[in-house]
């Protein structure tokens, strides 16, 4: 069945980076399109980008661009997010999603993943 | 971007009709999907393209509405419904959410 498992909580400092990965197992990768997300308790939910495993092609909400990046490693098939300069405002719970692009919509989703950030 | 908008909260009672709506500051064609997230669990898709029930997703779940105005039902309620409920559009550019439902039992 269709799984994606994200790597463990991540304590930052106040301007660090942190990279978090999204092993996926169950369907085939290389032709799939994976989605990140923010969500912050509220609880609101934002869409981060995709990335599509097949290229490495990217779409990227305008408010996340500079902030996150998004790669694949396709012999592994996982998906990873890098965040940069990390402030206080970045402190949220990441899930990573497979996106159907039919609709784009998000029917597989990680467990997700708590970052915070702290000196 | 696309705003969202959702009744903060509702409560029923076990073996009611229920209804949760999400209005769109702009059309949304029938973009629009439903997600249920349980307290420390990731969202779990119900319904996309503002219609069609998920796989394994109990029928008792439906939606309906197209360019504005969007319907979640769940008829009837069960004790398990207990969760938030959010509406997502991905026919503008960004995806965006609305803020959530939160569904109680009575």
């Known amino acids: 069945q269709v799984k994606l498992l994200q790597s463990g909580a991540e304590l930052v400092k106040p301007g660090a980076s942190v990279k978090l990965s999204c092993k996926t197992s169950?369907?085939?990768?290389?032709?799939?399109?994976m989605s990140w997300l923010k969500q912050v308790p509220g609880p609101s939910i934002e869409w981060i980008g995709w990335i599509y495993a097949g290229d490495g092609g990217t779409n990227y909400n305008q408010k996340f661009k500079g902030k996150a990046t998004l790669t694949v490693d396709k012999s592994s098939s996982t998906a990873y997010m890098d965040l940069s300069s990390l402030t206080s405002e970045d402190a949220a719970v990441y899930f990573c999603?497979?996106?159907?692009?039919?609709?784009?919509?998000?029917?597989?989703w990680g467990q997700g993943v708590m970052v915070t950030v702290s000196s | 971007d696309t705003v969202l908008t959702q009744s903060p909260a509702l409560a029923v009672s076990p073996g009611e009709r229920v209804t949760i709506s999400c209005r769109a500051s702009e059309s949304v064609s029938t973009g629009m999907h439903w997600y249920q997230q349980k307290p420390g669990q990731q969202p779990k898709l119900l319904i996309y393209?503002?219609?069609n029930l998920e796989s394994g997703v109990p029928a008792r779940f439906s939606g309906s509405g197209s360019g504005t105005d969007f319907t979640l039902t769940i008829d009837p309620v069960e004790a398990d419904d207990t969760a938030t409920y959010f509406c997502?559009?991905?026919?503008?550019?960004?995806?965006?959410f609305g803020a959530g439902t939160k569904l109680e039992l009575k």
């Open positions: 393209g503002a219609s």
């Open positions: 999603a497979r996106l159907i692009s039919s609709y784009d919509y998000f029917d597989y």
């Open positions: 997502q559009q991905s026919w503008n550019d960004p995806y965006t």
């Open positions: 169950g369907f085939t990768f290389s032709t799939s399109y």
